[in-house]
């Protein structure tokens, strides 16, 4: 893909490091912490079966936010793909009044997901993940997306559908998935949040993200006019070094920090 293309998608993906992680918990071990931990805190949790068979990803939206059929079809197979549940993924979809205006903080999305969520993350031999998609967007502009802990992240699709270009070329719909992915991304550990790859494959100067364009992990630097390039698709798939990574924790070759469960 063309240097360009990527360039794009930083506005898509991320915008700076406050986009991606929500900050303001108190950490592992604050008030609650302890069911809800961080971005990564259930990576063992998903990419093992031992202690939890089987997966619920709860989508929560707001009325006329409803994820496109393709982001969720394609979420579940890059789950699929990397974590090991022979009860099972299954994707539930709830249309849900959040009594939530104007923009979101992460705070917001972490305490709002809790009161809303249908189980907590480790329900019994169930693993629950939970994903909002609300009306409004996030505090900080270009923002599209934050994971705010081990289990909850945000896709604000009033800024996905704006970022859409006016060639179209990427959709608004492939913005989506890629955002969408990126955040689960984190939830699984991706890059770096909770382990250390022996692949240099994390950007330095972006800490958490791929410095390779072909990862749905890659890090970005900021356009101030998405609509004037020209692209292709976006990236929607893990690379090889984050696969490789995920496989080395599901087998202890790499040993995880920071977890709820393992």
């Not at 559908?161 to 179209?168: C, F, G, I, L, N």
């Not at 890090?219 to 696969?243: K, M, Q, Y």
């Not at 924790?249 to 469960?261: C, P």
Request: aromatic share 8%; hydrophobic share 35%.
């Amino acid at each position: 893909m063309q240097s360009r293309l990527f360039a794009m998608l930083t506005v898509f993906l991320l915008s700076g490091l406050s986009g991606c992680f929500g900050g303001g918990g108190d950490g592992i071990f604050g008030d609650g912490e302890e069911l809800y931990g961080e971005p990564g805190g259930l990576t063992l949790a998903c990419l093992r079966s031992d202690g939890f068979d089987s997966m619920v990803v709860e989508i929560d939206y707001s009325t006329g936010y409803q994820p496109d059929s393709s982001t969720v079809s394609t979420l579940k197979s890059r789950l699929q793909q990397v974590c090991d549940k022979p009860g099972g993924i299954d994707i539930q979809l709830s249309e849900t009044n959040f009594e939530h205006q104007g923009s979101w903080s992460a705070d917001d999305v972490r305490e709002i997901g809790r009161d809303t969520r249908e189980g907590v993350p480790q329900d019994g031999k169930v693993l629950r993940w939970h994903l909002l998609f609300p009306s409004g967007s996030y505090e900080n502009d270009g923002v599209l997306g934050v994971a705010v802990d081990a289990s909850t992240a945000a896709v604000f699709l009033d800024d996905v559908r704006d970022a859409e270009p006016w060639t179209t070329r990427p959709s608004a719909e492939q913005i989506e998935e890629a955002v969408t992915v990126h955040e689960v991304g984190h939830l699984l550990g991706l890059v770096n949040l909770v382990y250390q790859s022996p692949r240099p494959h994390e950007d330095p100067d972006h800490p958490g993200h791929s410095n390779n364009e072909d990862s749905v992990m890659y890090w970005a630097v900021e356009s101030g006019d998405i609509s004037s390039f020209i692209s292709n698709d976006v990236p929607d798939e893990f690379d090889a070094d984050d696969l490789a990574d995920l496989a080395d924790l599901a087998s202890g070759e790499l040993v995880a920090s920071k977890q709820l469960w393992s």
